[in-house]
């Protein structure tokens, strides 16, 4: 990673925060943003990402959310003790986005061929593809197949018009 210190760890920020459970409206909402980002949860409370200006902004945004709604947070700059921690970490983050990918590719294959049907199927998982992309921080090789999918249900509908 970039940044890495001698042992080969490389940077990460974190958010710890504690948050009112009533109401539950800001919890549930720093929730669902904290899913959307793709964050490793450590613990109750504690959430982690790959340290760059990008993911130390979100973070800090969410801090800022999480102490409007009546709690408190902090965002801290983390180096794990050495390798082992922090392939376990990319290895969890990277197992969740390759499961979406996976879901994706279902979609795709399982897709009618219907071209109008099949249109917005195409538009809605191309959507997909960039949410997930914006929280894939150690790209999977269900990245690749994924796109390839949606790729190949895309052609399939000019192959269809070419053949008529």
Not at 138 to 159: I, W
Request: glycine residues 10%.
């Amino acid at each position: 990673m970039p940044g890495a210190d001698p042992d080969g760890a490389g940077a990460w920020v974190l958010l710890t925060y504690r948050i009112p459970r009533e109401p539950s409206t800001a919890r549930v909402g720093v929730w669902r943003k904290l899913k959307r980002l793709g964050v490793a949860q450590l613990a109750d409370g504690v959430v982690a990402l790959p340290a760059d200006a990008r993911t130390r902004e979100q973070l800090e945004w969410l801090a800022d959310e999480v102490v409007e709604g009546g709690g408190a947070a902090t965002v801290w700059d983390a180096r794990p003790g050495g390798r082992h921690p922090e392939r376990e970490l990319a290895e969890a983050m990277s197992e969740a986005r390759a499961a979406e990918y996976r879901a994706v590719v279902a979609r795709a294959r399982s897709a009618g061929l219907d071209e109008g049907a099949r249109q917005n199927t195409v538009r809605r998982l191309r959507g997909e593809l960039r949410r997930i992309g914006r929280r894939d921080y150690f790209p999977p090789p269900e990245r690749a197949e994924a796109r390839r999918a949606v790729d190949e249900l895309a052609a399939s509908g000019d192959h269809e018009e070419a053949t008529r």
